[in-house]
């Protein structure tokens, strides 16, 4: 296992540097400390498609050549071992899977059931609401919304894309938080998305997502990534760590 890490977090740099030079954003430098193991698995599976892709495309054009109709040497029968290709490819198709599925059980324990949720300092409850608002709810009954002027301590945070104000969700570093993702009663489904801290879920009604959180000091934007309604692009908010 730990050849594979290595080699993926090699490769994982390889990519980092590729989707930076292209201007892309990566999510693998993201502060939770749970999601780097998904990214590497994410890699994997992105340098495996990679891989196969080049391995496709090779054999498309090698047998475009040699079988072209205007290649008079081609040998057209008996060339082409059909069961033996198909008995492989579906033999390796089913191996790829099932190691993808295997190297992908370790960093999904790790975001579910993270080493260390039993010492969850405090549980926030985020509920996407009928108004296109985020409320975080406390343990001690306080709450607010993230686009609302009555954060903590009234402070507010402005967004540089839309000038706008937001009250931010202050989290301590290296503290675990578990975050209950929900949405009010008759509400539109939204999606609980923060992109450097690579954690997103969605927000049902009647359901509670649970995120478990620990994350590195910073400040963190985040969004609704579920298409909910016309103010669906003002479901913005903001975590901050410190
Ligand atoms: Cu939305």
Same mark, same amino acid.
Not at 32 to 38: C, D, E, L, V
Not at 84 to 112: C, D, H, R
Not at 194 to 215: M, T
């Given at each position: ?15 980092? +540097? ?19 193991? $998904? ?6 599976? %992105? %340098? ?9 495309? $090779? ?25 033996? $290709? ?16 295997? +190297? ?6 790790? %975001? ?79 999606? $609980? ?21 620990? +994350? ?8 609704? +990534? ?17």
């Amino acid at each position: 296992m730990s050849v594979i890490s290595r080699s993926t977090g090699r490769a994982a740099k390889f990519i980092l +540097a590729v989707t930076a030079f292209l201007g892309l954003r990566s999510a693998s430098a993201g502060g939770s400390n749970f999601t780097p193991g $998904f990214v590497k698995t994410m890699m994997l599976q %992105i %340098i495996l498609s990679v891989v196969i892709l080049g391995i496709v495309l $090779f054999m498309l054009i090698t047998f475009v050549k040699k079988y072209n109709v205007k290649n008079e040497n081609a040998n057209r029968e008996g060339e082409l071992n059909e069961t033996k $290709f198909e008995i492989g490819w579906t033999l390796g198709a089913a191996a790829i899977v099932i190691f993808l599925f295997v +190297a992908s059980i370790g960093p999904t324990q790790q %975001i579910y059931n993270p080493a260390g949720m039993d010492n969850v300092e405090e549980t926030i409850r985020v509920t996407g609401g009928r108004d296109f608002s985020w409320t975080f709810t406390f343990e001690n009954g306080s709450s607010y919304k993230a686009n609302s002027a009555k954060g903590f301590n009234g402070t507010q945070i402005r967004n540089e894309g839309n000038g706008r104000m937001y009250s931010p969700l202050y989290l301590k570093s290296g503290v675990m938080y578990k975050l209950e993702i929900t949405a009010e009663d008759n509400s539109q489904i939204h999606s $609980f998305f923060v992109f450097d801290l690579s954690i997103k879920s969605d927000a049902v009604p009647g359901v509670i997502n649970p995120i478990y959180l620990q +994350a590195d000091p910073g400040t963190y934007w985040g969004t609704c +990534a579920e298409l909910c309604g016309s103010l669906h692009y003002n479901m913005l908010f903001v975590i901050v760590v410190r």
